[in-house]
């Protein structure tokens, strides 16, 4: 019981850390695109 729920809690943990990964990079690029789009426009 402990174990398994030990497992779900592991899961969600690198799921959670994951996302917030997936959030910042996807946050990185938007500004890179969006400094990109200022150079070009000067």
């Not at 174990?3 to 850390?17: K, M, N, P, Y």
């Not at 990964?21 to 996807?26: D, F, H, K, P, T």
Request: aromatic fraction near 4%; glycine fraction near 8%; charged fraction near 25%.
């Amino acid at each position: 019981m402990t174990s398994t729920f030990e497992r779900v809690l592991d899961q969600i943990g690198t799921a959670v850390v994951s996302g917030a990964i997936a959030v910042g990079s996807r946050r990185r690029i938007d500004e890179a695109s969006a400094v990109r789009a200022n150079v070009y426009r000067t």
